[in-house]
């Protein structure tokens, strides 16, 4: 069936590393690929989102591209902030008139001064 | 603008009792999904509703059950109460997948933290 697997947390980081958050999917078809963000306390926010293969989606300094070669959809930013801490979710959806989102388990980024 | 609301908060049930929780979704969207977050786990879709029907559904059981107002509202019912149930549920609200105008992005509620005991 369809599913996401990324990498477990939690990811420790100091301000301005370089984060890479992976993420990979099994899926019939051509899914939509999506990363939300969960800060604590709120609920889920959409990060940034590819429809099909090789489209790059970018948002507040995150990026990720949509590799349908490799099944992988993995998170990147160049310079993290204490501000980016937060949970971060990959997500799938396929087929048509749907809302269905098919998760991963999250990933917990913890960014330090 | 408001957003996707939800109530309760919080909430204390035991096992074999009754919920209902409630969302409104934001001003516009025309589509609410329910999903169930167990702690240290990624949301699991519920069900769907467009219309006032259920449209779609998650692998949860048929104690899992919900309803669709004309103005879009939804309410999630989970009868029988086990303790694990015991989650965030999140609301999310769209435009219908394939509409004209919908970009694609689901709003997502803060949830509503259920504890059975």
């Known amino acids: 069936g369809n599913s996401v697997t990324q990498m477990e947390g939690p990811v420790t980081l100091s301000e301005e590393a370089f984060l890479t958050i992976n993420c990979t999917y099994t899926?019939?078809?051509?899914?939509?690929l999506f990363w939300y963000v969960q800060y604590p306390g709120e609920g889920l926010q959409l990060l940034l989102k590819?429809?099909?293969?090789?489209d790059k989606g970018s948002n507040k300094g995150f990026e990720a591209t949509y590799r349908k070669e490799t099944t992988s959809f993995h998170l990147e930013k160049g310079s993290v902030q204490v501000s980016d801490s937060a949970v971060y979710f990959c997500?799938?959806?396929?087929?048509?008139?749907?809302?269905?989102?098919?998760f991963g388990t999250g990933t917990l980024l913890a960014v330090q001064p | 603008d408001a957003g996707v609301t939800q109530s309760p908060t919080h909430l204390i049930k035991t096992r074999g009792q009754q919920v209902t929780l409630r969302c409104s979704p934001k001003?516009?969207?025309?589509?609410v999904s329910w999903y169930q977050q167990a702690l240290g786990q990624g949301p699991q879709f519920i069900f769907q509703?467009?219309?006032?029907?259920?449209?779609q559904r998650g692998n949860f059981p048929d104690r899992f059950s919900g309803h669709q107002f004309p103005n879009y509202s939804s309410e999630l019912n989970v009868n029988a109460l086990l303790l694990g149930d015991s989650a965030l549920y999140l609301c999310?609200?769209?435009?219908?997948?394939?509409?004209?105008?919908?970009?694609?992005?689901?709003?997502f509620g803060e949830g509503s933290r259920l504890t059975v005991l």
């Open positions: 997500a799938l959806r396929y087929g048509g008139a749907t809302n269905k989102l098919i």
């Open positions: 001003s516009g969207h025309d589509t």
């Open positions: 509703y467009y219309e006032e029907e259920e449209r």
């Open positions: 999310a609200s769209s435009l219908l997948q394939g509409a004209r105008t919908n970009t694609g992005e689901l709003f």
């Open positions: 590819a429809t099909k293969a090789d």
């Open positions: 899926a019939t078809g051509y899914p939509s």
